[in-house]
């Protein structure tokens, strides 16, 4: 997910797609560890769309 898609969202969609990436990403780890994903580095792409999710979020509530 782009920062530019992002900045379109409202509050509340920022909210969801982040409950709904930390879910594919707790599951994501799950099946790396039984070895069911081969490419890990699907993992950190979860990890840095929350963090970009989470700072668009973040930002706009001290604004």
């Known amino acids: 997910m782009k920062y530019s898609d992002i ?3 409202s ?9 709904e990436q930390k879910n594919n ?6 099946d790396h ?6 490419n890990p580095m699907k ?13 668009e979020l973040n930002k706009r509530r001290n604004d």
Do not use: P
């Open 25 to 30: 990403y707790q599951k994501m780890k799950f």
């Open 43 to 55: 993992i950190r792409v979860f990890r840095k769309n929350i963090a970009k999710l989470k700072t």
């Open 11 to 19: 509050d509340g969609n920022i909210e969801n797609h982040i409950k």
């Open 33 to 38: 560890t039984f070895g069911l994903i081969k």
């Open 7 to 9: 900045k379109v969202l």
